[in-house]
């Protein structure tokens, strides 16, 4: 297991005749934090061969601390998916809220809307009862005014023919 942190010019000298070695960083356990050069095209179409080590061997007791620290950024490796998956899924649950709140609000608005043209529809046939009230009292007054038309009409008839 290596990490690349630089380039440097100079010819690897073997197959690929690449022209950039990568200076990189040693995680293995038995050579842990060492820097060494390789092919920059360690990793892309056939593996170059080339390889020097820059750095001393590592002492013993960093052969001992290597598996530590090795575990050590294994677990924060997986702490910080963690994060990256609750914030992921935190982010997916606001979009989803999100969503939710504008169809509510979409919803809202046609609510208003019918119940705007409800009370249109409630206020015309208010408009309309009130209309037929009126006429209703009109016929009764018409009516009353015929019938008495009709009384005086046939007192008349009767005071004229006695």
Not at 24 to 46: A, D, E, H, I, M
Not at 61 to 68: K, S
Not at 100 to 126: G, I
Request: hydrophobic share 40%; proline share 3%.
């Amino acid at each position: 297991m290596s990490s690349s942190s630089g380039n440097f010019s100079g010819s690897c000298g073997h197959m690929c005749n690449e022209q950039t070695c990568v200076l990189r960083t040693s995680l293995s356990l038995y050579n842990f934090g060492r820097r060494f050069l390789g092919c920059s095209r360690y990793k892309v179409g056939p593996k170059c061969p080339f390889f020097v080590w820059l750095d001393n061997p590592t002492c013993p007791r960093g052969n001992e601390t290597a598996p530590l620290a090795l575990e050590r950024m294994s677990r924060l490796q997986s702490a910080l998916q963690l994060a990256n998956e609750r914030e992921r899924t935190a982010l997916e649950t606001a979009e989803e809220a999100r969503q939710m709140a504008e169809k509510a609000l979409e919803e809202e608005a046609k609510a208003k809307e019918r119940e705007r043209k409800a009370r249109a529809a409630c206020a015309k046939a208010k408009e309309k009862a009130l209309f037929a009230e009126e006429k209703q009292r009109m016929w009764k007054f018409a009516c009353i005014l015929s019938w008495i038309f009709f009384f005086c009409c046939y007192v008349v008839v009767v005071y004229w023919l006695n």
